[in-house]
């Protein structure tokens, strides 16, 4: 079985005004080619804290063969609730994970982006994430490929937001900043050498820009998810790249 996880990039609920939406989407088309039943717990708004969790519960409890990651905005965040809820935190809104209704959840995000949000950390956990999952995967034998779904995420340029590290913005730059850079610098190394579906730079997004592919958001604009016309294209360029390193 293969497992898909990510954020709305990888769960395609915008093509949900289809009939049978879910057997038309890329990780169906995938499954499909591959002749591999799936499970896709990909949800929208999804923060990569959220997706490290329930990849774990995907590899561990469900043991799946191959995961298939796209890893999603690093300033995304997931924070628990007093009830056991647990809110999904952008920049623009917050979402319960069990709400009923997540049109009114609890304004988390205003305090949070206010008060806590940080892009050097936020980089580095994610960093952190993806050498976590790739080792639960060899661990479990079970076969890891990422992707970035709707941006860089800064991994060919960890160094991007240096100016947000405490010791430099604190104009302590020589003191503990040398330790942190190698340790960003050792970690993003390390997973450039892993299976990536896209080059880290390229996101979806990228991909229907250049291949002038529609979005939910219209064509020849960078944004959106993609629609049913970009499904076949993004299937068929994930399986030939998985095809590729399964010969090696």
Same mark, same amino acid.
């Given at each position: 079985?293969?497992?898909?996880?990510?954020?709305?990039?990888?769960?395609?609920?915008?093509?949900?005004?289809?009939?049978?939406?879910? *057997?038309?989407?890329?990780?169906?088309?995938?499954?499909?080619?591959?002749?591999?039943?799936?499970?896709?717990?990909? @949800?929208?708004?999804?923060?990569? @804290?959220?997706?490290?969790?329930?990849?774990?519960?995907?590899?561990?409890?469900?043991?799946?063969?191959?995961? /298939?990651?796209?890893?999603?905005?690093?300033?995304?965040? #997931?924070?628990?609730?007093?009830?056991?809820?647990?809110?999904?935190?952008?920049?623009?809104?917050?979402?319960?994970?069990?709400?009923?209704?997540?049109?009114?959840?609890?304004?988390?995000?205003?305090?949070?982006? *206010?008060?806590?949000?940080?892009?050097?950390?936020?980089?580095?956990?994610?960093? #952190?994430?993806?050498?976590?999952? #790739?080792?639960?995967?060899?661990?479990?034998?079970?076969?890891?490929?990422?992707?970035?779904?709707?941006?860089?995420?800064?991994?060919?340029?960890? =160094?991007?937001?240096?100016?947000?590290?405490?010791?430099?913005?604190?104009?302590?730059?020589?003191? @503990?900043?040398?330790?942190?850079?190698? $340790?960003?610098?050792?970690?993003?190394?390390? /997973?450039? =050498?892993?299976?990536?579906?896209?080059?880290? *730079?390229? =996101?979806? =997004?990228?991909?229907?820009?250049?291949?002038?592919?529609?979005?939910?958001?219209?064509?020849?604009?960078?944004?959106?998810?993609?629609?049913?016309?970009?499904?076949?294209? /993004?299937?068929?360029?994930?399986?030939?790249?998985?095809? #590729? $390193?399964?010969?090696?």
């Amino acid at each position: 079985m293969i497992g898909f996880n990510g954020c709305s990039q990888v769960a395609m609920s915008n093509l949900d005004y289809l009939d049978n939406w879910q *057997s038309k989407s890329w990780p169906a088309l995938v499954a499909n080619q591959l002749n591999s039943d799936y499970i896709n717990v990909a @949800q929208t708004l999804a923060s990569n @804290q959220r997706i490290l969790r329930t990849s774990i519960d995907l590899v561990v409890n469900c043991k799946v063969s191959s995961l /298939i990651v796209g890893w999603t905005s690093f300033d995304r965040y #997931e924070m628990p609730l007093y009830n056991g809820d647990i809110a999904r935190l952008g920049p623009e809104r917050t979402h319960l994970e069990y709400g009923i209704n997540n049109n009114n959840g609890p304004n988390l995000h205003k305090f949070y982006y *206010s008060n806590c949000h940080n892009e050097w950390l936020s980089i580095v956990w994610l960093l #952190e994430k993806i050498i976590l999952l #790739e080792s639960l995967c060899k661990a479990h034998q079970t076969k890891l490929y990422m992707f970035n779904a709707v941006q860089d995420n800064c991994l060919k340029d960890p =160094t991007k937001f240096e100016h947000k590290n405490f010791w430099v913005s604190n104009n302590m730059k020589y003191s @503990q900043w040398d330790q942190d850079l190698e $340790y960003v610098s050792n970690l993003q190394q390390k /997973i450039l =050498t892993f299976n990536w579906l896209m080059d880290p *730079s390229y =996101t979806f =997004t990228d991909l229907c820009f250049d291949r002038n592919l529609p979005t939910d958001a219209g064509i020849n604009i960078k944004a959106g998810h993609p629609e049913i016309e970009a499904q076949s294209v /993004i299937a068929d360029l994930f399986v030939n790249k998985i095809k #590729e $390193y399964e010969c090696h």
